[in-house]
């Protein structure tokens, strides 16, 4: 597990490091069986780790996906530098070797996931599959070369006055800004976390994670290994136990990143999670990082604290050969499987 978290301090990936996935397979998957951890190694040394998970679909085909999904977005494939082309080709070709053979193989919000999974068909024996990808972005705050005097400077004036002055009210109000580090302490703020998650997500739509029982319990995990070598931190505008915002962050090398933040209804005129975000950026420049990864998506707040964003793809690899044979569906015509999920659509509408 050293060499897995050295190479994830080094690429900067905090949400792909060993404590992150490992926290996530034991306690959101939960099924050791499900488990496919791809590596590859020269000489000795490990140099790429794909870390997957199988699951099957209602029609019993063989899906694989990401570690993380849909929970802890980001876990990305690791490709030693120094030697990341011949790491990926080798990642690449083992997909096919993979047990029980995949019928679909989904990536997501991973950088050149569409590269990787050609390469993985191109080496795929027999016929060719079908790789398709979306392309989205990542947003992130560069520190070096001036990059915090800049954030800086882009907040002169006014919205300075409004901070100081908002923080000054609810400070004056009783609330404690904190910057946590002790992980028992991290942990007792969880559930405040969760609360405000859920409030937002669920005035959002019901957009987001689920927040489930086993994702806090990942997340705990996860804690009590990274926060004493100070790589999980936890910021809070807080009373007496209450949160009016929460920003749960991983480091990894020189990189933080803004996995979990939500913010509450209470004070909302004084912008607690605005002013819990520039808490976070002042700590990343103090602490000598060189990039705070604000994570998948376009909301406004990302846009307007970036200064930069790289591309991530969602991708999918599709086999088309029918041997060996997964389920007995794959013998259905897929105009006839696509006719059926639809009618079961229309079916769970209407109920």
Same mark, same amino acid.
């Given at each position: 597990?050293?060499?897995?978290?050295?190479?994830?301090?080094?690429?900067?990936?905090?949400?792909?490091?060993?404590?992150?996935?490992?926290?996530?397979?034991?306690?959101?998957?939960?099924?050791?069986?499900?488990?496919?951890?791809?590596?590859?190694?020269?000489?000795?040394?490990?140099?790429?780790?794909?870390?997957?998970?199988?699951?099957?679909?209602?029609?019993?085909?063989?899906?694989?996906?990401?570690?993380?999904?849909?929970?802890?977005?980001?876990?990305?494939?690791?490709?030693?530098?120094?030697?990341?082309?011949?790491?990926?080709?080798?990642?690449?070709?083992?997909?096919?070797?993979?047990?029980?053979?995949?019928?679909?193989?989904?990536?997501?919000?991973?950088?050149?996931?569409?590269?990787?999974?050609?390469?993985?068909?191109?080496?795929?024996?027999?016929?060719?599959?079908?790789?398709?990808?979306?392309?989205?972005?990542?947003?992130?705050?560069?520190?070096?070369?001036?990059?915090?005097?800049?954030?800086?400077?882009?907040?002169?004036?006014?919205?300075?006055?409004?901070?100081?002055?908002? &923080? +000054?009210?609810?400070?004056? @109000?009783?609330?404690?800004?904190?910057? !946590?580090?002790?992980? =028992?302490?991290?942990? *007792?703020? #969880?559930?405040?976390?969760?609360?405000?998650?859920?409030?937002?997500?669920? &005035? +959002?739509?019901?957009?987001? @994670?689920?927040?489930?029982?086993?994702? !806090?319990?990942?997340? =705990?995990?996860?804690? *009590?290994? #990274?926060?004493?070598?100070?790589?999980?931190?936890?910021?809070?505008?807080?009373?007496?136990?209450?949160?009016? @915002?929460?920003?749960?962050?991983?480091?990894?090398?020189?990189?933080?990143?803004?996995?979990?933040?939500?913010?509450?209804?209470?004070?909302?005129?004084?912008?607690?999670?605005?002013?819990?975000?520039?808490?976070?950026?002042?700590?990343?420049?103090?602490?000598?990082?060189?990039?705070?990864?604000?994570?998948?998506?376009?909301?406004?707040?990302?846009?307007?604290?970036?200064?930069?964003?790289?591309?991530?793809?969602?991708?999918?690899?599709?086999?088309?050969?029918?041997?060996?044979?997964?389920?007995?569906?794959?013998?259905?015509?897929?105009?006839?499987?696509?006719?059926?999920?639809?009618?079961?659509?229309?079916?769970?509408?209407?109920?």
């Amino acid at each position: 597990m050293a060499e897995w978290d050295d190479l994830a301090c080094r690429l900067g990936a905090p949400r792909s490091a060993p404590a992150c996935v490992l926290a996530w397979y034991r306690n959101v998957l939960a099924d050791d069986s499900r488990i496919r951890l791809v590596t590859v190694h020269d000489g000795e040394a490990l140099a790429g780790v794909l870390p997957l998970y199988v699951d099957r679909d209602h029609w019993g085909f063989v899906h694989y996906r990401m570690a993380g999904h849909q929970t802890l977005v980001g876990v990305e494939p690791l490709l030693d530098p120094d030697h990341a082309d011949d790491a990926a080709r080798l990642l690449a070709e083992h997909v096919h070797r993979l047990r029980p053979v995949p019928d679909v193989v989904q990536l997501e919000a991973v950088p050149a996931a569409m590269a990787l999974l050609e390469r993985a068909s191109d080496a795929w024996p027999g016929r060719r599959p079908r790789v398709a990808a979306t392309a989205s972005i990542a947003p992130f705050l560069s520190f070096p070369d001036g990059g915090y005097e800049e954030w800086v400077a882009r907040r002169a004036g006014r919205t300075t006055r409004e901070s100081r002055r908002s &923080a +000054r009210r609810l400070t004056e @109000a009783g609330y404690t800004q904190t910057v !946590l580090t002790d992980p =028992e302490e991290i942990v *007792r703020r #969880l559930p405040e976390l969760r609360r405000l998650y859920l409030d937002r997500k669920e &005035a +959002r739509g019901g957009w987001g @994670a689920s927040f489930s029982p086993a994702m !806090l319990a990942m997340i =705990e995990d996860l804690t *009590r290994a #990274l926060a004493p070598l100070g790589r999980a931190t936890m910021f809070t505008w807080e009373q007496d136990g209450t949160a009016l @915002a929460a920003h749960f962050v991983l480091t990894a090398g020189g990189t933080a990143s803004g996995w979990l933040g939500a913010v509450g209804t209470r004070e909302t005129k004084y912008s607690p999670g605005s002013l819990n975000v520039e808490r976070v950026v002042e700590w990343a420049h103090d602490e000598g990082l060189c990039m705070l990864d604000l994570g998948p998506g376009d909301e406004q707040y990302k846009d307007r604290d970036s200064n930069g964003a790289r591309t991530i793809e969602d991708a999918v690899l599709r086999r088309r050969d029918l041997f060996p044979l997964n389920t007995p569906a794959a013998l259905v015509p897929s105009g006839v499987r696509r006719a059926v999920r639809s009618l079961r659509e229309r079916g769970s509408r209407r109920v």
